[in-house]
């Protein structure tokens, strides 16, 4: 199966922008999807089909791609952004079989 | 609103099998076009999708389980199921129940996950 490979951690001062990337094979193909996911909490759905947003997320969030690049970006970054991101597609065979990024933890500073 | 909660022992011997059960709350798991889906995360690693109980009943695995995995469905429960068999230490991990969605143009996405369940495999 393919992977997606994430930076384990990124840091962003309070208010700026910052984005998390996600790196695959997969991601020339399949739409990515991101998760939020806060110590002890259930993931939660920020992003899906690379750039739309479910209701009630925020509209910092934003996504996008660039050849085997899916990115999550947040423009003004809050304090409860805080959390481990992951991305996620299908497997690059097109079978289904689906595959995570490791996780990027991301600190508001 | 729709619910997912994980339930099942936190402690199975090695070579037993792992049964865990999500129940769903707010919403039927027969209805809406969805796929119901085990993940897991063992220590230190990344997710590993494990498989999926469709709306209709079809069932799809991780081949690297290597048929160890069968998830089933209770719908007057409104409950589905995950079973391994012959566990070792390797499937120790954080177990999770999500709902899938799939869209032609959109792809697809997990849009509601439990809280998870930890499982250690240890005697």
């Known amino acids: 199966s393919s992977e997606l490979t994430q930076d384990p951690a990124v840091s962003v001062a309070l208010g700026q922008t910052v984005r998390i990337t996600c790196q695959g094979d997969s991601l020339r193909t399949y739409h990515a999807s991101w998760y939020q996911q806060r110590p002890g909490q259930a993931p939660i759905l920020v992003i899906y089909g690379t750039n739309y947003r479910p209701s009630g997320i925020p509209d910092r969030f934003s996504g996008s791609r660039s050849g085997n690049t899916a990115s999550l970006t947040i423009i003004g970054a809050q304090a409860e952004d805080e959390a481990d991101y992951f991305c996620?597609?299908?497997?690059?065979?097109?079978?289904?079989?689906?595959?995570f990024g490791g996780g990027t933890k991301l600190t508001v500073l | 609103q729709v619910h997912l909660q994980e339930s099942g022992p936190g402690l199975v011997k090695p070579s037993e099998t792992l049964s865990l059960s999500c129940t769903v709350s707010?919403?039927?798991?027969?209805?809406?076009?969805?796929?119901w889906n085990w993940i897991r995360q063992r220590p230190g690693k990344g997710l590993e999708w494990i498989g999926y109980i469709h709306y209709s009943g079809s069932t799809y695995y991780n081949p690297s389980l290597k048929s160890r995995a069968t998830i089933s469905r209770d719908t007057s429960k409104n409950h589905f199921s995950l079973k391994l068999t012959s566990v070792a230490a390797a499937d120790t991990a954080l177990y999770y129940c999500?709902?899938?969605?799939?869209?032609?143009?959109?792809?697809?996405?997990?849009?509601?996950w439990g809280q998870g369940t930890l499982v250690t495999v240890s005697s």
């Open positions: 707010g919403g039927s798991i027969s209805s809406g076009g969805y796929y």
């Open positions: 996620s597609s299908r497997d690059s065979s097109g079978n289904h079989l689906w595959v």
């Open positions: 999500a709902r899938q969605f799939m869209d032609p143009s959109k792809g697809d996405w997990f849009d509601l």
